[in-house]
């Protein structure tokens, strides 16, 4: 297997895993439940009456074979050996769920006997010690003790029948279409595009919580999860990029935010763009791409663009030159050089005459008095305003205040020219 085919089938173990930690959540009975990310195992579930503990594998390319799954319950019956005296020890749980190319029939039956010669390997970790009590004893490389407990003579059959193996997991897709099918029962007045996008926000959430270093940070129950997931501001990392089709989330940001109308409805539609590291160019196309698109001189409505994230002063005035170049006539409220800004400027209507077709900011507090001076002026026949932050980085440097509080859809991009694919 080639090194970027072994990269993409690690990531997919890892999503695997995180769609995996984002069902069981769904699943929850009680709402108050906690799920731990990377507890003791994958996912642990604590509720009234148990513990579970649940690893997950994702062998897509590989035929099962036993002394696969007989490492992680070795290190189960560690955790069962040192945790049997706890109060909770028969509500205990431990579940291996993986899902493998063939060789379902392999799997030897869960006998105390396999479970002791194969899978727990007594013949090699099995001692006596000098008080003549059975030992379970793991040595490192050094030969150095690092773990060792005494085994009592029902340890092993109480540990089986609190041990669940599952090699038919479902499928990597199955997996996810049955996320989004919970989702949908859940809110079913929510689109297609919607599951789609709350299921990317599960991803990162699920992600965020894996990545903490503090376990109690790596909790959640029912109830946070979907009052996180339920969130207007969408997530695509570039992390998910690797496996999930980029096309494919444009296609869903775009039929969300902006699906293709006979009618155009009239609004103030503020297009938030991120220039770091963007070439003038690219940055004037974008502008004249929302122009062309949302612009209706004879309806009287233009859009707004600000920019954030600008090199320098030179960056925005040639922009200017090159929409200006292009007969892209815009106002950005500096009627004249050297000019304070006036707001007034930005709130003539545009017409065939004056032809406004955009509107251009560049600093957060004229966007800011923007946003309030529409509400002032228009008051009674107050058209809707619309906030699209477009974003790189999930870093916005720009301050929620100067959105005058108002909601907004925060849209990430790679470039800026996936814009033209979004819009």
Known sequence: MSKSRAAISTIKGYFYQFDKSILEILEQSNETDMVTIEGVEDIDIENSDERNFIQCKYYEKTDFDNSIIRKPIQLMFRHYLENRTDPKDKNFTYRLYGYYNKGHEKLLELTTENLRTYFLDFSKYG????????????????????????????????????????????????????????????????????????YFNALKIIKDLACEHNIEKRQISKKEFWDRIKTKNYYFERWMSELLEWKNYKKIIHKKYFPRVSNLSPAHRFFLLDCQGESVNNVKNVISEISRKYSRLIHQFSPYVYLYNTLNVDFVTELKEKLYEDGCFFKDGFPFKNSKFRFQEMLIKPDKFNGISVRILEHPINLSIVLQKLVEVERVDQLPINLYIFNKSNQLNLEIGNLDNRDYSKINIRQIIDILDII
């Open 127 to 198: 001692v006596i010690d000098e008080s003549g009590n059975s030992n379970y004893q793991i040595k490192n490389k050094k030969g150095e003790v690092i773990f060792e407990e005494t085994v009592e003579d029902d340890d092993i059959e109480d540990f089986k029948n609190h041990l669940f193996i599952d090699i038919k997991a479902d499928s990597y897709e199955n997996q996810i279409e049955k996320i989004k099918s919970k989702i949908q029962n859940d809110l079913s007045d929510y689109s297609e595009e919607d599951i789609e996008l709350i």
